[in-house]
C-alpha cells in the first residue's frame, strides 16, 4: 500500500498493529523491557491507519500538543528522521513519553477513528521514532545559543526539571541542576521499572544535556544542604525553577501498618530501580525475598502495578493487587494492567483492608479485608464503593506493599516560609507562567499538580522555561525562534 | 568523589574519618546526619555528623563496623574517597538551657551524642556525660567527652575501667541522689535506650532517644525509616532522628530492624570472604 493512493475506506480496514513483546513467561524471570517496540514495517502499517483529519482533534488530546498528523504522516512516508524533528519540536523526551503517556486517555482517547475502529496507536509511533533516531546514531545536539550571563537554579532532576534545563541551556542560560539523590532523572530512575522504561534512554537523555552544557549537581537536598534564599543571593542565581515532585508515600493508617514486611511502593521500588536490589548481592542493598510468597500491593494506579510486577518478577509465589473499587477506576494505563494479568498478577477487586495482622515478632502475617460492592453514584458520578455485611475474610501474606498516591514533601516549605503552598502541600503558581509568590521562583510538575503524568510534568518544566526566560531578558527574546 | 582527608582508629573497629563536603560542613547542626554510599554498588548508610570544620570544608564521622557497609568504609584511608554523601539531613537536636543535662553514650551511640553534648554545653547547661562500652579497649572520645563535661562518667559491663555496670545504674545512682536533672539524652543500641528510658519515665525527666531505624534515601520519600511514636507513623529522617524516649515504641523499631537480617548476613560473608582471599592473594 502506498501513502499516496490508498484511500480512507482501506486505512480504516487495517487493523491496529500489535506491539510486539516478550513472550509473558519468559518475561517474568527477567527485568528486561517487555515491549520490544515497531519495527519500520509495522511502524509504517500503523500510520497508514490515520487519515489525516483535516481538524487533526488529536493534537488538543496531547498536552504538549504534537503536530500529530504530520508526524505520523512522515512515518507513513518512511522520513523516520523528519518524523523524530518534527515531535521534538514539541517534546524533548519521546522516547520517553511514547512509552509511559497514558495515551488512551489523552491524545489516542479523542482520534476521530477511535470512535468505530480502534484509534491510531499514536504512543507506538512516537516510541518508535524516538528509537529510530537513536539506534541509528541521528540523535543531534541542538545548538546553544551565545552565553546571556544569567544562572539558573533547577531543583531535581525529574522531567519537569530535566525540560525546563533543556530549553533554558539551548537559550544561551547557565544551568545547574540540584538532585538530592545520588543518581540523575527523579522517578523515571527510581519509580519507573527496567522492563517498562529500560533506565539507557534515560541516561542518553542527561548526556545529551550534559553535552549542552547543563551542569548537575548530586546529593544536594535543597533546603537542607542549601536553601533557595542562599541560591539567590549567596550563589547569584537570577532565577530557580522547582521540579521536586511528590516524593512523601501515604499510607492508609490502619492498624498494623508498621509492620516489619509493610512497606511502601516507593521503598520497594526504590530498593529494587535505584539501588538495584535485584542484583543483590552484587549490589548491596538488599530488598523484601519475595521468592515463593505471598505478595499484596493495594493500590490501582500505575505505581501499584508497577510494584506487583517486580514482585513476580522476584519471584512471588503469589502476588496480588488488591484495591477498594473495580477495573474500570484503576488509575493505571490499560497496557499496564493487560501486561500485569498476562504475567499472572491475580486481582482482588473491590477488596477494602481494614487491618493488617502479625506474628509476635511484629512480622506480617495476612491482612483482613472487607469485600465491597458498587452502591449509588457519588457527587463526581462514580459509583461508591461500600462494604458488604460480614464478608471479612482473611488473607495469608508475607509481604505488603502500599500504593495509594504521594503527598508533597514539606521541605521547601518549611525552609523557604515566602513561598506560598496550598492546604495539601502543594505549591501555588501562575498556571500561565509557572510563577510562585517568590520573586524568580517558579514550580512545575508534580510539586504543583500532585502526583500526575511525565508530559505534564515536562509541559510545566517548557511553561516555566519559557517565563523565566522573557522574565530574565525582557519580552519574548528570540524563544520562537526554534 | 569525595575524598578523604583522615581516617584514624579511635578503639578496635571504630573508626575516626573526615571527608570533604563543604555545603554539609557549612551548614550542619548538632543532631544531624549524611547519608554515604561508599561505592557504586554500596548501599545508603546514615552516619551522624560528628562534627565539622566549615573552613577546612570538612565533617567528621565516627564509624562502628558492623556489616558490610560501614566495615568497607572502615577500610579506608586518608586520600581514598567514596562515591557519595549527602547532607545535613533530619531535624537538629532541640537545644536550650534545660539547667542540668545528661548525656548518655552506648559504645558509637557516645560519638552520636558528642556533638549535641557540645551544643547542650555551649547552651549553658550544666552536662554531665556517661559514656558505657562492654570494656575498657572499647571507650572511645573519652577526652573529647570530658572537655565538655562538667562531670563526666565511664561505665563498663566488664568492669575494666570506670563504673562498674550499666549506664543505666549509673543514670539511677545519680538520680537517688536526690540532685535535680532537667534532660536526659540517650543514644545507643535499642535495649539500652529503652532502658534509660524506663529508669527516668517514673520521675517525668524530659528524655530524648535518637532512633536508627533502616534508611534508604533520607529525605522523606520512601518511608522505610518509619517509627511508632505516641501510636503514630513519624518518618525518622525528616521528622526524627531524636523523639521523645517516653513516647517510643522500641519493640516495633527493633522488629522492623530485623527484617533483612539473613540478607545482611549474607552480604557481610561476601564481604569477608573476598577480603580473606584478597590478604592470601
Ligand atoms: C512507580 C511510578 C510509575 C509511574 N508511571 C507513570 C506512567 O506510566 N506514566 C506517566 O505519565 N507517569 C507515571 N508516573 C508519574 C510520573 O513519573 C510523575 O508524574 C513525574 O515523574 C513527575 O515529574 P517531576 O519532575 O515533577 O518529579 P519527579 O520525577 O518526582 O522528580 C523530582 C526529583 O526531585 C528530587 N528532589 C526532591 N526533593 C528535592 C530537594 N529538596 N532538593 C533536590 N532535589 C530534590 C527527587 O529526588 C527527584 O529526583 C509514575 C510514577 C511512579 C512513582
Ligand atoms: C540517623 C542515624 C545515625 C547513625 N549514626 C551512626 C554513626 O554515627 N556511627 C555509626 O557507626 N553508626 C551510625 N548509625 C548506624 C549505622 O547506620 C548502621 O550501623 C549501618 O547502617 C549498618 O550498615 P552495614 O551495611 O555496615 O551493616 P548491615 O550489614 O546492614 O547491618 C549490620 C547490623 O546493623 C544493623 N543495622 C542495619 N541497618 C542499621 C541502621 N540503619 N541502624 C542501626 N543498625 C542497623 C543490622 O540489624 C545488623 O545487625 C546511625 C544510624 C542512623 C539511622
Ligand atoms: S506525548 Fe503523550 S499524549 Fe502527546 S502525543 Fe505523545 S503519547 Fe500522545
Ligand atoms: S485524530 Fe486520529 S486519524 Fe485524525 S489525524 Fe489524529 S491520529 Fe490521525
Ligand atoms: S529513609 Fe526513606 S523516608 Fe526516611
Known amino acids: 500500500m502506498n501513502e499516496k493512493t490508498i484511500s480512507n475506506k482501506e486505512r480504516l480496514a487495517i487493523p491496529r498493529q500489535k506491539m510486539p513483546a516478550q513472550d509473558p513467561n519468559e518475561r517474568v524471570t527477567n527485568f528486561r523491557e517487555v515491549n520490544l517496540g515497531y519495527t519500520p514495517e509495522l511502524a509504517r502499517m500503523e500510520a497508514l491507519r490515520c487519515i489525516q483529519c483535516k481538524d487533526p482533534v488529536c493534537i488538543a488530546g496531547c498536552p504538549v500538543n504534537i503536530k500529530i498528523d504530520q508526524f505520523i504522516k512522515m512515518v507513513a512516508d518512511g522520513d523516520f528522521l523528519g518524523a523524530a524533528k518534527k515531535i521534538k519540536e514539541d517534546n524533548v523526551l519521546p522516547a520517553i513519553c511514547g512509552r509511559v503517556c497514558p495515551q488512551e486517555d489523552q491524545c489516542e482517547k479523542v482520534c476521530v477513528i477511535g470512535k468505530k475502529h480502534e484509534p491510531v496507536a499514536i504512543g507506538h509511533l512516537e516510541r518508535f521514532v524516538a528509537d529510530y533516531e537513536r539506534q541509528t546514531g541521528h540523535v543531534e545536539i541542538p545548538e546553544v545559543k551565545p552565553p546571556t550571563g544569567k544562572k539558573i537554579a533547577i531543583i531535581g532532576s525529574g522531567p519537569a526539571g530535566l525540560s525546563c534545563a533543556n530549553d533554558l541551556v539551548r537559550l544561551g542560560h547557565e544551568i545547574v541542576v540540584f538532585e538530592a539523590l545520588h543518581e540523575l532523572g527523579g522517578v523515571l530512575m527510581y519509580g519507573i521499572p527496567e522492563f517498562r522504561l529500560p533506565k539507557e534512554i534515560v541516561r542518553q537523555e542527561l548526556d545529551g544535556l550534559k553535552q549542552m552544557g547543563v551542569s548537575f549537581q548530586t546529593n544536594v537536598v535543597v533546603g537542607r544542604s542549601v536553601t533557595i534564599d542562599e541560591l539567590i543571593e549567596e550563589e547569584g542565581f537570577n532565577a530557580v525553577f522547582i521540579g521536586v515532585g511528590a516524593g512523601l508515600p501515604w499510607f492508609m493508617g490502619i492498624p498494623g501498618e508498621n509492620l516489619a514486611g509493610v512497606l511502601s511502593a516507593n521503598e520497594f521500588l526504590t530498593r529494587v530501580n535505584l539501588m538495584k536490589a535485584y542484583d543483590f548481592p552484587e549490589s548491596d542493598t538488599p530488598v523484601f525475598q519475595c521468592k515463593n510468597r505471598n505478595i499484596a500491593v493495594f493500590g490501582g494506579g500505575n505505581t501499584a502495578m508497577d510494584a506487583v510486577r517486580t514482585a513476580k518478577r522476584l519471584g512471588a509465589e503469589h502476588a496480588y493487587i488488591i484495591y477498594r473499587r473495580s477495573e474500570a477506576e484503576m488509575p493505571a494505563r490499560h497496557e499496564e494492567i493487560h501486561h500485569a494479568k498476562e504475567e499472572g498478577v491475580e486481582f482482588l477487586l473491590l477488596m477494602n483492608p481494614i487491618a493488617f495482622i502479625g506474628n509476635d515478632q511484629q512480622q506480617l502475617t495476612g491482612v483482613r479485608c472487607l469485600r465491597m460492592e458498587l452502591g449509588e453514584p457519588d457527587d463526581s458520578g462514580r459509583r461508591r464503593p461500600v462494604p458488604i455485611e460480614g464478608s471479612e475474610f482473611l488473607l495469608p501474606l508475607d509481604m505488603a506493599v502500599i500504593s495509594i498516591g504521594n503527598g508533597s514533601n514539606p521541605l521547601i516549605k518549611q525552609t523557604t516560609p515566602d513561598i506560598e503552598v496550598s492546604k495539601r502541600d502543594t505549591v501555588v503558581v501562575d498556571i500561565n507562567t509557572m510563577a510562585t509568590s517568590k520573586n524568580m521562583v517558579y514550580a512545575g510538575g508534580d510539586i504543583v499538580t500532585g502526583g500526575a503524568t511525565v508530559i505534564l510534568a515536562m509541559g510545566a518544566g517548557r511553561t516555566a522555561a519559557k517565563a523565566i526566560h522573557e522574565k530574565l531578558m525582557g519580552e519574548s527574546h528570540g524563544f520562537d525562534e526554534w | ?281
Open chain 2, 1 to 281: 568523589m569525595y575524598t578523604i582527608v583522615s581516617a584514624i582508629f579511635l578503639a578496635e573497629n571504630i573508626k575516626k574519618i573526615e571527608i570533604e563536603a563543604p555545603r554539609i560542613a557549612k551548614k550542619r547542626k548538632a543532631g544531624q546526619f549524611v547519608m554515604i554510599r561508599v561505592s557504586e554498588t554500596g548501599e545508603r548508610v546514615p552516619l551522624t555528623i560528628a562534627d565539622a570544620d566549615p573552613e577546612k570544608g570538612t565533617i567528621t564521622l565516627i564509624v562502628q563496623g558492623m556489616g558490610k557497609s560501614t566495615r568497607e568504609l572502615n577500610q579506608k584511608k586518608a586520600g581514598d574517597s567514596i562515591s557519595d554523601i549527602v547532607g545535613p539531613l533530619g531535624t537538629p537536636s532541640h537545644i536550650e538551657n534545660f539547667g542540668t543535662a545528661i548525656s548518655i553514650g552506648g559504645g558509637v551511640g557516645t560519638a552520636i551524642a558528642y556533638p549535641t553534648a557540645v551544643a547542650l554545653k555551649e547552651a549553658g547547661n550544666y552536662v554531665i556525660t556517661i559514656n558505657g562500652a562492654r570494656s575498657k579497649e572499647l571507650v572511645v572520645l573519652e577526652h573529647e567527652m570530658q572537655a565538655v563535661s562538667d562531670e563526666a562518667y565511664i561505665t563498663t559491663d566488664d568492669g575494666s575501667y570506670g563504673f562498674h555496670g550499666f549506664v543505666t545504674q549509673k543514670l539511677q545512682e545519680l538520680i537517688d541522689s536526690g540532685r535535680r536533672i532537667d534532660y536526659v539524652l540517650a543514644i545507643g543500641p535499642i535495649p539500652m535506650m529503652k532502658a534509660v528510658a524506663e529508669v527516668t519515665r517514673p520521675y517525668n525527666i524530659k528524655t530524648v532517644v535518637s532512633l536508627n531505624p533502616i534508611m534508604i534515601d533520607g529525605t522523606g520519600m520512601c518511608g522505610g525509616c518509619r517509627v511508632t511514636v505516641d501510636n503514630q507513623i513519624k518518618f525518622a529522617c525528616v521528622d526524627g532522628p531524636e523523639f521523645d524516649a517516653h513516647l517510643v515504641d522500641f519493640k516495633n523499631l527493633s522488629d522492623r530492624n530485623r527484617v533483612y537480617l539473613p540478607e545482611e548476613k549474607k552480604s557481610e560473608e561476601a564481604f569477608t570472604h573476598k577480603c580473606r582471599i584478597e590478604k592470601q592473594g
